[in-house]
T-cell receptor, first 113, second 115 residues
Framework: GNSVTQMEGPVTLSEEAFLTINCTYTATGYPSLFWYVQYPGEGLQLLLKATKADDKGSNKGFEATYRKETTSFHLEKGSVQVSDSAVYFCALRVTSGTYKYIFGTGTRLKVLA | GAVVSQHPSRVICKSGTSVKIECRSLDFQATTMFWYRQFPKQSLMLMATSNEGSKATYEQGVEKDKFLINHASLTLSTLTVTSAHPEDSSFYIC???????????FGQGTRLTVV
């Protein structure tokens, strides 16, 4: 079946530190992959996406590369800010039927000044 | 990106009553809408998928008689929590997409508290 596995949080970093949040997936076919961010009390905002192997999604300094060989889509940022504190969800979109999204468990990031 | 609006953003209701949550696509026609539930500090669990004009498809373990979903138009889907109980308190999020295999857009969520 389809599933997404994310690293356990919380992740606590100092401002300007390097961030990596691991995400691996299991899927039939070639799903599209997404990272969403959720700020406290709010819905989900799309952070970045990649639709095929070797694609790199990027936005606001965040990057993730679709690695088919390792079935991974790790999120990275070179220098985090306090304002990046949020919960990050990795997700895949299945390639048939209702094209529904499957989410990972989410990783809470806290950035300290 | 396209805009999906959810209403209300917060609702408190008494145990035993029903509450309706609306999800609207503001600038596109949503052929499919998804309803999710999120428990505190947990991921989103898909509850059901609805296509405009047809019955919703519920995920395993979700009570369709308790969580009524209506998708009567291409811009509106509603989730009604019937005979709500405190354990139904949660954050409910909808998402909507247009054509198949296109990106879905998420509403801002509704926090339901049943007292």
């Amino acid at each position: 079946g389809n599933s997404v596995t994310q690293m356990e949080g919380p992740v606590t970093l100092s401002e300007e530190a390097f961030l990596t949040i691991n995400c691996t997936y299991t899927a039939t076919g070639y799903p599209s992959l997404f990272w969403y961010v959720q700020y406290p009390g709010e819905g989900l905002q799309l952070l970045l996406k990649a639709t095929k192997a070797d694609d790199k999604g990027s936005n606001k300094g965040f990057e993730a590369t679709y690695r088919k060989e390792t079935t991974s889509f790790h999120l990275e940022k070179g220098s985090v800010q306090v304002s990046d504190s949020a919960v990050y969800f990795c997700a895949l979109r299945v390639t048939s039927g209702t094209y529904k999204y499957i989410f990972g468990t989410g990783t809470r990031l806290k950035v300290l000044a | 990106g396209a805009v999906v609006s959810q209403h209300p953003s917060r609702v408190i209701c008494k145990s035993g009553t029903s509450v309706k949550i609306e999800c609207r696509s503001l600038d596109f026609q949503a052929t499919t809408m998804f309803w999710y539930r999120q428990f505190p500090k947990q991921s989103l669990m898909l509850m059901a998928t609805s296509n405009e004009g047809s019955k919703a498809t519920y995920e395993q373990g979700v009570e369709k008689d308790k969580f009524l979903i209506n998708h009567a138009s291409l811009t509106l889907s509603t989730l009604t929590v019937t005979s709500a109980h405190p354990e139904d308190s949660s954050f409910y999020i909808c998402s909507a997409r247009g054509q198949a295999n296109t990106e879905a857009f998420f509403g801002q969520g509704t926090r339901l508290t049943v007292v």
